[in-house]
């Protein structure tokens, strides 16, 4: 899209719209798309490929007895049971997940290879170390940690059900009772480990109930076990040491994988909204305005990011750092003009507008060398979008009598491509004016400024629904009164 057209708010949805198809809100379907179709579909076969050849040479130990029919026939079926298993997780991720939601391949391309490293790494220990070492838990703490709760889930239901397939398959590779008692046993320890300790929290605290839940469901694994199964004294060790392999190389990798996908986690995040952050304090210290909008923005958009299931953590982060621009000249905005002196009274409106407008590429060049996470740097691009700086434009065309170029005070950045971009657009938006407003009613004024931002087509390029929008709206109305600690209005005693 051309530089003017985003400038003018306008996009192909906003064509269509013209045309009389209903397109307000709804996610654009562009050539991206197609194009992460086909490679999570090439991943898909390149991940099943190089799996069954490792199970073929390195775990079935190639076609000792040459290349019989039942041989090939055992590894043919390999390959359709991963191929498979990858296709529903990719279509899972696509429709019901996190993980495809931003057009980007990359969280599925991580989910995809940790789950390939899992079964590759199950099937190698069953046959050569033990059936119940099977680092399967490893694969769902990561993959959580890494893509999200649910892509785990679903990875590792999936990925115990084609090892399950595979074993059942290949009788002469593995003693099938005891590898299919052992993945049921990691499966579950898997699942207790995560869902008994949370996400949000010290990486200690986390490590700690990592270890403790993953050795009680070892020791109910341990119970099932001796009931189903020939069960041995060495093979509940190796149930209780695969619990401790999987936490310990899931600690040990997670810092590496932050770094080398890039990935967001809430490990990672956490970090950002410490107070102690360097770069808050350094906000706080230039800009104590801007700091103290900020915190109320975080905690509006951590509210609204919670209601439309959106990631609470990141939504606060964002909005901790959207505004970290205004520190290069933090004079230049009201909240942080104490003393009564305004820089914009001896400016002409132009430069005013360019000052303001400057804060959000600013913002994105200290994110970025600061090495922030790609997620917040873009919330922080976006939070303006498009829109228009309103109190500037009127000063000009007041003091101006010819025609006035309007782009030169609209914001010059990308509209919202992501759910939380859009909510912290609104709730800056309306933490500003409810500030300046706080005798407005702030229901009707809540629902004029957001549907002034629809009116704009701010939120074009971003799959928020309208039913999102409203439940965002409901949250604000909810929290706003909290926030602006209005008092409850004492009934006027009536008379006798
Ligand atoms: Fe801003
Ligand atoms: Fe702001």
């Known amino acids: 899209m051309s530089k003017e057209k985003r400038r003018a708010g306008a996009s192909a949805a906003d064509t269509a719209e013209e045309n009389g198809e209903n397109t307000a809100l709804a996610p654009k379907k562009d050539k991206r798309a197609r194009a992460q179709f086909f490679k999570a579909l090439g991943l898909n076969a390149a991940v099943s490929c190089v799996l069954t050849l490792f199970y073929a040479f390195a775990v079935r130990g190639g076609f000792g007895t040459g290349w019989d029919r039942e041989s090939i026939t ?7 049971v991963l191929t498979l298993v990858y296709i529903l997780l990719f279509a899972y991720e696509k429709y019901f997940a996190e993980a495809l939601k931003g057009n980007s391949i990359k969280p599925f391309a991580v989910s995809l290879l940790i789950s390939a490293a899992t ?4 099937l190698a220990f069953m046959k050569y170390v033990s059936v119940f070492f099977v680092p399967i838990a490893f694969l769902f703490l990561l993959c959580a940690a890494l893509v999200g709760l649910r892509t785990a889930i679903f990875n590792l239901f999936t990925t115990a059900l084609a090892l399950c397939f595979i074993v059942l398959n290949n009788n002469g590779v593995y003693d099938v009772n005891g590898a299919i008692c052992g993945i049921l046993c990691n499966t579950f320890t898997g699942a207790l480990m995560i869902f008994a300790s949370g996400k949000n929290g010290k990486r200690v605290d986390i490590l700690f109930y990592n270890v403790f839940f993953g050795f009680i469901a070892a020791a109910i694994s341990t119970v099932y076990a001796t009931l189903s199964y020939e069960f041995s004294t060495e093979n509940a060790l190796w149930l209780f040491a695969s619990v401790v392999a999987s936490v310990a190389v899931f600690w040990l990798l997670l810092p590496v994988f932050d770094k080398i996908f890039d990935v967001c986690t809430d490990f990672r995040i956490f970090e950002y909204t410490n107070p102690a952050n360097p770069v808050l304090k350094e906000l706080k210290e230039k800009a104590p305005g801007t700091y103290h909008h900020s915190i109320m923005v975080a905690s509006l958009a951590e509210a609204c990011a919670e209601a439309v299931g959106e990631n609470p953590l990141l939504a606060r982060a964002s ?10 000249a933090p004079e230049f905005f009201g909240e942080n003009q104490f003393d009564g002196y305004n820089p914009h009274d001896e400016l002409i409106p ?5 000052k303001i407008i400057a804060h959000t590429k600013n913002g994105v060049q200290i994110l970025k060398e600061k090495g922030f996470p790609e997620e917040i740097v873009r919330a922080a691009e976006e939070h303006h979008g498009t829109s228009p700086v309103n109190f500037f ?17 609209v914001y010059d950045n990308h509209k919202p491509t992501t759910k939380i971009s859009a909510i912290l657009m609104i709730c800056d938006t309306v933490e500003s004016a409810v500030r300046a407003n706080q005798s407005a009613d702030t229901e009707a004024l809540i629902a004029k400024l957001i549907k002034d ?9 971003c799959d928020i629904s309208l039913k999102d929008i409203e439940i965002i709206k409901k949250t604000l109305v909810e929290s706003i009164p909290h926030m602006f600690h209005s008092r409850v209005r004492y009934q006027t005693e009536k008379k006798e």
Not at 393 to 408: I, P, R, V
Request: net charge negative; hydrophobic share 35%; charged share 25%.
């Open 350 to 354: 132009e430069v005013s507008a360019s």
């Open 319 to 328: 909005a901790y750092y959207h505004d970290i621009g205004k520190i290069k």
């Open 74 to 80: 055992e590894v043919i079926t390999v390959f359709f």
């Open 119 to 122: 079964v590759g790494a199950s």
């Open 393 to 409: 434009y009127n000063k000009a065309k007041y003091m101006t009598e010819g025609g006035l170029e309007s782009t030169d005070y």
């Open 453 to 461: 931002k629809i009116d704009m087509g701010q939120f074009n390029e």
